[in-house]
């Protein structure tokens, strides 16, 4: 029995033995659980490019007609005939209206006739001058009758230049019995119709004539504005565009042609007068439109999509994607974003791959995966889709 405890002991003790030579003499490295690698974040990518960028500043302005000629009689009469339609385009000194003009002609008649009686009457004035001059020489006439003929003549010299100068002033009476445009333009709505009388003090006249073609447009900045406005205009004229509201159509393109004198204390703005040649008619009076004054053309000017442009706490900063496809934050200065492209002068380089889409996924430093063709046509139109919900 005891030899068999023995035996027992021995072969539990060499078992254990075994086990460990085993267990340690094995070449075995303990497992060690992998880190999981973050997956790579889906963006659309744009190149930053170099090109030729206009440098615009904006303001609303309200367009107005170059000349506005409310057409009034300056004299009163009977209008007898009417020589132009509602909204009729018009050139200077066109017809519009015609008052009676018989009592101005019946008046120009006497007053010829005055001044052909005192004509004849100064003629033989000085045929009597003559012969009274003649006789004078004679000796059998006395300088008293001279002189007092001479008065005469005189006096009916005078006459006679009265008399044409009555003549004259009724012709321009007459003259204003045909009411004619100023300007070339565009007429409004008749205020007076035949058979009415005019008078000179009538309030609305016949019509308004407007013209538009060329037209100003009256548009205002902020007066921070008015130092590089005034340094770019000595350089030379600047163009005014003129865009809808919406600013997806362009009316026109002028020229500014006025800084106004004065800044608006109320408001600390300046006004701006631009003058467009409106040959389409695009822009009519009263109409509400944006207005871009061109200051200059920077040349080969960085620019990227806008949208890859985000706003932080330490101010405007773009994503880079690396050689390594990771992305980092880079900070930018934006002159200005405009049709839907940013101007950066400082934080980026021609060349550099920009991401423009996808961007609230990225951090410093995170994998990405650029999209291209459908994909990316795709991640654009959902960020639209994303963009457009309030």
């Given at each position: 029995?005891?030899?068999?405890?023995?035996?027992?002991?021995?072969?539990?003790?060499?078992?254990?033995?075994?086990?460990?030579?085993?267990?340690?003499?094995?070449?075995?490295?303990?497992?060690?659980?992998?880190?999981p690698v973050a997956a790579a974040v889906p963006v659309v990518a744009a190149t930053v490019t170099g090109k030729d960028v206009p440098i615009y500043l904006r303001g609303i302005g309200t367009v107005i007609a170059y000349n506005t000629d409310v057409v009034r009689s300056q004299i009163q009469g009977q209008i007898v005939k009417i020589a132009f339609t509602e909204g009729q385009t018009v050139k200077a000194g066109d017809l519009l209206a015609q008052i009676d003009p018989r009592p101005y002609e019946a008046q120009i008649e006497q007053l010829t006739a005055n001044r052909d009686r005192d004509q004849a009457q100064?003629?033989?004035?000085?045929?009597?001058?003559?012969?009274?001059?003649?006789?004078?020489?004679?000796?059998?006439?006395?300088?008293?009758?001279i002189e007092t003929q001479t008065a005469q003549v005189a006096q009916l010299k005078a006459a006679v230049k009265a008399d044409q100068a009555q003549i004259d002033e009724a012709n321009v009476q007459?003259?204003?019995?045909?009411?004619?445009?100023?300007?070339?333009?565009?007429?409004?709505?008749?205020?007076?119709?035949?058979?009415?009388?005019?008078?000179p003090t009538d309030a609305n006249g016949l019509v308004v004539v407007t013209q538009i073609e060329p037209i100003s447009l009256l548009f205002t900045l902020p007066q921070a504005d008015l130092p590089i406005i005034q340094e770019h205009a000595a350089k030379g004229s600047l163009k005014v565009v003129a865009y809808s509201q919406?600013?997806?159509?362009?009316?026109?393109?002028?020229?500014l042609l006025l800084v106004n004198n004065e800044i608006a204390g109320t408001?600390?703005?300046?006004?701006?007068?631009?003058v467009f040649p409106n040959h389409e008619h695009r822009l009519w009076p009263g109409q509400l439109v944006n207005a871009r004054l061109l200051l200059e053309i920077q040349k080969d000017a960085l620019t990227v999509a806008g949208s890859a442009v985000q706003q932080g706490p330490n101010g405007t900063y773009v994503y880079v994607v690396t050689d390594g496809q990771t992305a980092a934050l880079r900070p930018v200065h934006v002159v200005q974003i405009r049709d839907g492209q940013a101007l950066i002068d400082q934080g980026l380089k021609s060349g550099d791959v920009v991401v423009i889409d996808g961007q609230y996924r990225l951090a410093e430093g995170s994998r990405v995966r650029e999209l291209h063709g459908n994909a990316a046509r795709e991640a654009d139109l959902q960020s639209a889709v994303q963009d457009a919900i309030p």
């Open positions: 029995m005891k030899r068999n405890l023995t035996v027992a002991l021995v072969t539990l003790v060499a078992v254990m033995v075994g086990a460990g030579f085993w267990f340690f003499g094995t070449d075995r490295t303990p497992g060690v659980a992998a880190a100064l003629t033989n004035a000085e045929a009597n001058l003559s012969r009274y001059n003649q006789l004078g020489d004679k000796g059998y006439a006395t300088p008293q009758l007459l003259s204003y019995t045909r009411l004619s445009s100023a300007v070339p333009g565009i007429t409004g709505v008749r205020q007076i119709d035949v058979g009415n009388v005019i008078h919406d600013n997806k159509t362009k009316l026109d393109e002028g020229t408001t600390g703005t300046v006004q701006l007068k631009a």
